[in-house]
Structures are given as C-alpha cells and as structure tokens.
C-alpha cells in the first residue's frame, strides 16, 4: 500500500486528487495539507510514502516544504506540482530534485 499525503492550498484540488488516487488499489490518503508548513508537520507526524506538493503555497512554499522533507523524512517522496511555465521555479527546486526518488 503506498501511503499518500496531499499538499494544495485550493481543497478543490485536494478533493479531486483524493477522488483519482483513492480509487487505486494500492493507494491510501493519509492526510492533506492546505499549506506547505502543515505539509511538512503532517509528514514528520505520518510518514508517508509520497506528498503530492503543489509547488506555491501560502506561509511556506512547496519548493522550500520539499527541502525540510528531504531533510526531517528521508524516506519520503516529494511529487512537485506546478502550474508554472517560468523555470525559475524548477531551478530553484533543483537541490531537492538530487536526493533519487524525488520527482519535481
């Protein structure tokens, strides 16, 4: 079972993700986050195999989120979403993107 927490800050796309990934056999939702420092707690405290992490959130965005994961659940994986075409979002997320395993 691949053990799942959800990072949006709009719950419309946490709702729909649930709706897709929870469907899957091998899937469980353990938790969602409406922001990326929530993100980063529910991690610490659930230990999931994945966070699925929008990449700009309020009180701390998805790329710096991804970095403390990396750091405080090494066994985490970070799967970053962005609706942003500027690169500057995927440079500045690139030392997280090092650690195998990550996708963002």
């Not at 709009?10 to 929530?38: K, W, Y």
């Not at 970095?67 to 942003?84: D, E, K, N």
């Amino acid at each position: 079972m691949i053990r799942l927490l959800l990072a949006d800050d709009h719950a419309l796309v946490r709702q729909g993700f649930r709706m897709i990934l929870s469907a899957q056999p091998d899937m469980q939702i353990v938790g969602e986050a409406g922001n990326g420092r929530e993100a980063v707690e529910l991690a610490e405290k659930l230990q999931p195999d994945v966070v699925v992490m929008d990449v700009a959130m309020p009180e701390l965005n998805g790329i710096e989120a991804t970095r403390r994961l990396v750091s405080s659940s090494p066994r985490t994986r970070v799967l970053a979403l962005s609706m942003h075409k500027d690169s500057v979002y995927v440079c500045a997320g690139d030392p997280a993107r090092r650690r195998p395993g990550l996708l963002a």
